[in-house]
Structure formats: C-alpha cells, structure tokens
C-alpha cells in the first residue's frame, strides 16, 4: 500500500543571540525559499538575552511578515534552551531547526521537508566539512566527539543541530524533564525513523561567532556528563588500580620486613602519598561535579524565562512544567 503523502505547517526554529545583522537576511531568505517551494511556514526566532538590538529587528520583521513569531528571554540561558523554547513554542505538523547567521544553508530545509512528506519522521543534517574554523578548534571539536560517540552510542562525528523532526519526536523531546538536554545528542537518542541530509557549513551572513573557548569547554564537560556516567567508573577503575598496586607494593614491604631488612626510602612514602592524594582529590572532584549536576537538576527551575513575544498569540512565560 502506498502511504498517502504528508503535509502540513513547517515551523522553522532559530535560537538567536547578538545576530541584529542576521535576522532579517535569515527571515528574507527562509520565507523566500519556502514560498517557491509552496510549503506552508511558521518562523519561530528565540532571542536568548541578546545585549544588541535582535529583538527590536525579530519584532520589526514580525511586523512586516505574519508568519514570524518572536520569544524573548529575560536573560541569556544558552542555545540549547533557545532551542528547546522555539520547539515548545512551535505549531506545526513537524520542526526545523537552524542557526539564524545561516550557517546551515537554508536549501536543504526542502529536502528535509520532502523526506518528512514521504513518512521519515527525523530529518539529521550532516556536516560534510566543518567551515572554516581554527585547527585547534576543530582538534578539540573532534576530540569531544569521540568521547560522546563513546557514550551516547551513537556515531556524533558529524552531528549538528540542523534538523527537521516530526511532531511526534518535538512533543517527547519537549516533555523531556532534565536541564541539561543536549540538543543534537538527544534527537537521535529519542530514535523513530531517520534519514540524513548532507550539508556543508556556510560562512556566515553577519556578525561573529558567539564562542568562546570557556564557552566550548564548559559546553563539553556539561554534555559529557549528560550523556556519561564513565568518568564515574574511572573512580572506581583508579580505586581498583591503586588497590593493585598497594597489594604488590605491599607485600614486597613485608617480605623485606620479614627478612630483618626494613624498607629504606623516603622518598617513595612521599611520592606514594602524593600519588595517592591526587588521585584521590581528582576522584572526589569527579563526584562533586557529578552531585552539583544532580543539585541543577533537583532544583528543578525552569530552563528558561520568557519575557515577552511577538508576532503570536502565545501566553507561556515560563517553560512548561508537567
Ligand atoms: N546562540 C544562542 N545562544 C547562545 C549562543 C549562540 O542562541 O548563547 C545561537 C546563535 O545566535 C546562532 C547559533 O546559536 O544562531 C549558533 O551560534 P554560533 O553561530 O555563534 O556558533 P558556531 O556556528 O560558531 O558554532
Ligand atoms: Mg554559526
């Protein structure tokens, strides 16, 4: 039996921070394409606490275009909140999300829109090349993703945000209670049928990048433990090794000891306790890290707060709970 083809409202979401150059270009360019292609559209633009004039340019645009809604934060909580609002926020029959200085080119949202039409209910756009980026940057980008590979099980290699997912996947993503969602890495872990459209990373329209490398490394290590309990099993992996070691080291003392030759050596009493220290602090750090995430999560305050919207008729100022 062949499945009648899908239709329905796109709403394409775009986290925006300090992008005042971007949003018209982005708004211009996605309706222009959307209209050719004769899908019907909602843009969703979040801007997340912007120090610049984004908002004052989301809610110009709002004006001039019927279909451009607008979500303001009260203050800076990060992309993958921003994401996550433009989702819950979101009407249609299935989501896009991209970055607003299109960097993700605009043209594969039809591609996407076509596989969603023909029954694949995840759309993941796939990163041929990286742009143009620092090479040491791209080394750390390649290393973090190595570890998340590792712990998600699945391949994030080439992993973006730039992804169409159908209503079913939006509403269990959104449902979802835990603070540090991470976005890319959640998407494939919900499952449902997938198909991956290849992109390459464009330059981008205006402005700069909004990362800084304690930005990148925070982002990192929040992701990892996310997704990761391993640094935990390190603890006890070090603990067993030591263990090993105080075993061998041990028993060669007490045969010295035994043979009327006590070990002589300062120096290793302080090197082992040294050893032992660090290993020791390094270990209850892991854990502390570990707790601090749980606290975040126990708080449960919202992921974000909305102050204001335009271009809608929507009413949540703060993020849905239950
Ligand atoms: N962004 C955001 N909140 C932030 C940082 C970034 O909403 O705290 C948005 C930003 O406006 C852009 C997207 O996330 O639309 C990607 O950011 P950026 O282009 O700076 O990252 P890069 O492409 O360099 O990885
Ligand atoms: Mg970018």
């Not at 290793?268 to 032992?276: K, P, S």
């Amino acid at each position: 039996m062949i499945e009648p083809t899908r239709t329905g409202l796109l709403s394409v979401v775009l986290p925006a921070y300090n992008e005042e150059a971007s949003i018209s270009i982005a708004a211009s360019t996605i309706h222009q394409i959307l209209i050719q292609a004769d899908i019907a559209h909602e843009l969703l633009f979040v801007n997340d606490g912007s120090k610049d004039g984004t908002w004052r340019e989301i809610q110009s645009v709002s004006q001039t275009l019927p279909m451009v809604h607008g979500i303001c934060f009260s203050r800076n909580f990060g992309k993958e909140a921003a994401i996550f609002a433009g989702l819950a926020h979101a009407n249609g029959a299935c989501c896009v999300v991209l970055d607003c200085d299109l960097q993700h080119p605009p043209e594969k949202i039809v591609e996407m829109y076509r596989l969603w039409q023909s029954g694949v209910q995840v759309v993941e756009g796939v990163k041929i090349s990286r742009g143009k980026e620092h090479a040491l940057h791209t080394l750390a980008a390649k290393t973090f993703y190595r570890f998340m590979s590792g712990a998600t099980g699945i391949d994030m290699s080439r992993a973006s945000d730039f992804k169409l997912l159908d209503r079913r996947a939006v509403d269990v993503l959104v449902a979802m209670r835990e603070k540090n969602a991470f976005f890319r890495a959640l998407s494939s872990w919900i499952g449902f049928s997938t198909a991956q459209v290849e992109f390459e990373v464009q330059p981008r329209v205006a402005g700069v990048s909004k990362w800084s490398l304690k930005s990148l490394v925070r982002y990192a290590f929040t992701n990892l433990s996310a997704f990761s309990t391993a640094p935990l099993q390190l603890v006890t992996f070090l603990g067993l090794l030591v263990f090993l070691c105080s075993l061998v080291l041990g028993s060669w003392c007490l045969w010295q000891k035994l043979n009327g030759q006590a070990l002589e050596g300062f120096t290793t009493v302080i090197l082992l306790i040294l050893l032992i220290g660090s290993a020791l602090m390094i270990c209850l750090g892991i854990i502390g890290y570990y707790i601090a995430k749980i606290y975040e999560e126990i708080k449960d305050r919202p992921r974000y707060i909305v102050a204001q919207q335009c271009g809608g008729t929507h009413d949540t100022t703060v993020e849905k709970t239950s």
